[in-house]
């Protein structure tokens, strides 16, 4: 019984992860998912929707508070506002040079592989266009109007803005503010735990999520459209593998095989979820305590990440507008491919990563290279899968600019990056400390004994 209790998260998740696959696979595979059946009703739809949903909904609640807390928490920690400012402009340029080294590579592989050429696809289904954001309406709303607002809402920039502003204020107040500070470091603390209990369910949603995701998909479709599945695939582990590699160990002298091994929980969340907003509390909590990013630059980087930063979603637009081009018989030329790369690297500013929003984006990037939308409707039905894996490649690319980034300013712990150990969540993580409860339950009493 010890054994099984003592087995790390990651192993659990991936058994889950495999459950999931593989009996979505044989629910999809024996047609036993179709409208109306007893399984789609109360498995697919009912148990596996339910579980996975509340999961999701689950961490996306702890986002916000999280962000806001250790941003604050790090830019207390950072020392030198100078540094701030550092951090935020290596990770910028970082971020968009990924992104613009993504979107080429999807590119050029499509355009040598040569898919979608004479094909003669009719439109599946109707998408509609969305405009692309202007940048100076990009710019301005990264300053909130309403603070509360933008917490209700999720925006990530307004968040991070206005976090790293109250950080500076406290900074500035001085001793004064120190209480504040410190109920904003425990608050912060909070956070984490509060992570780890969320994430103590997360091998059985992983299950349920991808029970339902691999029982949803259409398998046909994948087939009919396995040239573009195929590139696509490759190009984001081409990225995965080699591009992001080769930034870690150029920039950071670190080992890649140490990081995929300690980024592979991380990455099954993003796969499981689709959304780098949701998985950011895994994200964070890997970045800090497994590849020893000091929370003062993780804290920035990865939200920061998890917004302007898709790589994966970036490659998707290149395969997918060589494709359309292909198939549509327009020959995009030099010029086109590099009005692409600039409307990507554009349009993945300020949109969050949520599921779908690549396929947003990738309607802004058609519209402006004068791509008809309909060929959208081509390539929606196998999106679902697609981004599955685009989103464990998003998020990889934040966990590799944390790790440089932190690196370069001195704020990087290898010993916990090469220890095999270090922030791996076992079920004794989550058991409450009896000594440590039996003085709250003190205080607690104390507090209430002298206000009778
Ligand atoms: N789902 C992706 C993410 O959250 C974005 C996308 O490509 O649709 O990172």
Known sequence: MAEVKKMPLTTKVLIGMGLGIAVGLFINLLGLNSAGSFVNEYVVNGLFFIVGKMFVTGLTMLVVPLVFFSLVTGVLGIGDINALGKVGGKSFALYMLTTAVAIAIGISVAVVSGIGEGANMASAAAFSAAQA??????LIDIIPSNVVNAMALGKMLQIIFFAILVGISILMVGKKAEPLARLIEISNEIMMKMVNIVMAVAPYAVFALLGKAIADLGLNLLLDLGGYVGVLIFALLLHLFVTLMIVLKVFSGMSPFVFLKKMREVQIFAFSTSS??????VTLRAVVNKLGVNNSVASFTVPFGATINMDGTAIMQGVATVFVANIYGVDLGITGYLTVILMSVLASIGTAGVPGVGLIMLSMVFTQVGLPIEGIGLILGVDRLLDMIRTAVNVS?????SVVVANSEGKFDAAVYNNPDAGVLTTDSLEIDEEAELEIAQVVKE???TKD
Request: glycine share 4%; hydrophobic share 45%.
């Open 276 to 281: 780098s907003n949701a998985t950011i509390p």
């Open 447 to 449: 507090t209430h004994d």
């Open 133 to 138: 954001p202007a940048l100076s309406a990009v």
């Open 397 to 401: 690319g934040d966990a590799v600019v």
